[in-house]
């Protein structure tokens, strides 16, 4: 259980990490327009 907790935490944190690099490489396109 606890072990299944950090590994949660762990992929939630790269998806974050995933959605925001995203959100910032859409951000520079859009200035770049």
Same mark, same amino acid.
Do not use: H, W
């Given at each position: 259980?606890?072990?299944?907790?950090?590994?949660?935490?762990?992929?939630?944190?790269?998806?974050?990490?995933?959605?925001?690099?995203?959100? @910032?490489?859409?951000?520079?396109? @859009?200035?770049?327009?």
């Amino acid at each position: 259980m606890m072990t299944r907790n950090i590994f949660d935490r762990r992929s939630n944190r790269a998806a974050n990490g995933y959605a925001l690099k995203k959100a @910032v490489e859409n951000e520079l396109i @859009v200035s770049k327009d």
